[in-house]
């Protein structure tokens, strides 16, 4: 089948790689442009582009779509029979949803239409959620608002973070695409019930604030991950990633640091014991291997 790809971080490569596969003709892979990135911020390729690179596929980075009629009708060009996007970080303009004979196919990582929008895996763990999924949607002009094609859900671990989630979902979406584009299952309208959205999300996103309850908090650690990422404020003002945390049963003022051999951090309810944390310039590592160089006496108050 001739088609386009539509996608750009590491979530959208397993299904590239399972068309490529499948023997479907790849017209062409959009993605995002190259991004500044790490220390020497230079231009850096996203997951997508580079798998497309490895397969030997055409790639394809506009900018800005919704505003480039030229983009558009060189899509409008490719003569597709389907799109299928997957995390693909641009709106489609109506011009592209409607120029492929067969619509334009999403793979969206939740069970529709709860979590609709741009973070769906976050959201799902933010959330304490039991569940999540996969589904495979026919595009229309609402956000993740069309038709379902297949679905499958899938339990969340309890340790989850979104970047284990994540991977696992690829999958699942990778295997749904082949199965849809096989056999083509009737689409069938979401429900008009248990509609929540899972808005995009930012570095400020990351900021801990200590007066929420530890249970929010360990989420939060695990649902950004790896990004946007959390942090808190080591006095006097360096900024502390934290990496990995667990549960604490302990009490006290939010945001002060319970114990002296170890960082175990009083929240609104309960604390959390900082398992992995990172400052500036330094490699991440473990709290006991900070604390033999950063002394943070107990009655510490991190910040917000």
């Keep these: ?122 959201a799902a763990i933010l959330a304490g959620d039991a569940e999540t999924g996969v589904c495979i949607m026919q595009m229309d002009a609402g956000l993740d608002t069309g038709p379902e094609l297949l679905r499958q859900a899938v339990p969340i671990p309890p340790a989850s973070s979104a970047a284990t989630l994540s991977a696992m979902l690829a999958g699942v979406g990778a295997r749904l695409i082949l199965q849809v584009l096989g056999r083509w299952p009737r689409p069938v309208p979401q429900p008009g019930t248990g509609i929540t959205y899972a808005p995009k999300l930012s570095r400020a996103d990351g900021r801990i604030d200590w007066i929420q309850d530890a249970i929010a908090l360990e989420r939060r650690v695990r649902a950004f991950d790896p990004w946007p990422g959390t942090h808190t404020v080591l006095p006097p003002d360096t900024m502390l990633k934290v990496l990995g945390a667990e549960l604490v049963d302990a009490s006290g003022d939010p945001g002060a640091v319970l114990a002296s051999d170890g960082l175990v951090v009083a929240c609104g309810t309960g604390a959390l014991r900082l398992l992995r944390v990172q400052v500036p310039g330094r490699p991440a590592m473990d709290a006991a291997a900070f604390l033999r160089g950063h002394r943070v006496p107990a009655g510490t108050v991190l910040g917000p």
């Excluded at 397993?14 to 892979?29: E, Y």
């Excluded at 390729?45 to 779509?65: I, K, N, S």
Aim: glycine content about 6%.
């Design 1 to 122: 089948m001739r088609l386009a790809f539509m996608g750009s971080p590491a979530f959208a490569v397993p299904a590239l790689r399972a068309l490529h596969a499948d023997r479907h003709d790849i017209a062409a892979v959009y993605c995002q442009p190259p991004r500044p990135a790490r220390r020497g911020q230079r231009l850096q390729p996203c997951a997508v582009q580079l798998a497309a690179d490895e397969l030997g596929l055409p790639v394809r980075t506009p900018a800005r779509l919704r505003r480039d009629p030229e983009a558009q009708a060189a899509f409008a060009a490719l003569g597709l029979e389907v799109a299928v996007v997957a995390a693909y970080g641009q709106i489609l303009p109506e011009t592209m949803l409607e120029a492929p004979a067969r619509g334009c196919l999403n793979i969206h990582a939740s069970l529709l239409p709860r979590w609709r929008g741009a973070a769906p895996i976050q």
